[in-house]
């Protein structure tokens, strides 16, 4: 079992491009999260699925945008990146709504 | 208030002494308290949570206390370890699982 897997590790943008993160999950939860960490604010949902096909906004989700296509991924993205956004994005997922989320590794992301 | 305060900032405990983290809350709907570990360059991981039903739970040497009445609660690390050094952060559960995470604490355990 691999977990919770995420594509990239790293990346660098320049203010307006785009990009999408891929995040993956073998084992078979049904919710997945997307939250961004930055220093002394903890982790904060962008938005989350509760189910293929489905997602929902979370406390900061405006700039990005997901898609659910298969319940084993959830994408995360940037249409038009701002340094705002420059963080590190953490996928989470969960058998049961919410509780015991498992982190994927995340993707340190740089806007300049 | 959906918002999960969380102190000290940073800690520093010599090994063998016990840390003591603290979170305090507004929202009574919130209905379950986990806390996460998080090593530099990882994601968090689960290490322990509680329900607001219970005013204790211990695993290992990880426990929390909880105080409803008060809003609050704590994780306790005995005989603290080098290898605990991490930052920890609190959450709270509402609506359906949606959690929200305190600030953090990065602790440091000296030898």
């Known amino acids: 079992n691999a977990g919770v897997t995420q594509t990239p590790k790293f990346r660098v943008l320049k203010t307006g491009q785009s990009m999408t993160l891929l995040c993956a999950q073998d084992m078979n939860h049904e919710y997945m999260y997307w939250y961004r960490q930055d220093p002394g604010m903890g982790l904060r949902l962008i938005h989350y699925s509760v189910g293929e096909g489905t997602t929902a906004k979370g406390e900061v989700p405006d700039g990005y945008n997901v898609s659910r296509l298969k319940k084993q991924n959830f994408l995360l993205g940037l249409e038009s990146a701002a340094p705002s956004q420059t963080s590190v994005y953490f996928c989470?997922?969960?058998?049961?709504?919410?509780?015991?989320?498992?982190f994927g590794p995340g993707t340190r992301l740089t806007v300049t | 208030q959906q918002q999960v305060k969380q102190s000290p900032q940073s800690l520093i405990v010599q090994k063998g002494g016990i840390s003591i983290i603290n979170c305090a809350y507004e929202?009574?709907?919130?209905?379950?308290f986990p806390w996460y570990q998080q090593f530099p360059g990882k994601g968090p991981a689960l290490l322990i949570a509680?329900?607001?039903?219970?005013s204790e739970k211990k695993e290992g040497r990880f426990t929390i206390s909880f105080n409803k009445s008060a809003k609050q609660f704590s994780l306790h690390i005995m005989d603290s370890q080098p290898g605990d050094s991490a930052t920890y952060f609190c959450a709270a559960s509402y609506q359906g699982g949606k959690l929200i995470f305190g600030q953090g604490t990065e602790l440091s355990v000296k030898p």
């Open positions: 929202n009574t709907a919130f209905d379950y």
């Open positions: 989470a997922s969960s058998y049961v709504s919410g509780y015991e989320q498992y």
């Open positions: 509680i329900r607001p039903d219970v």
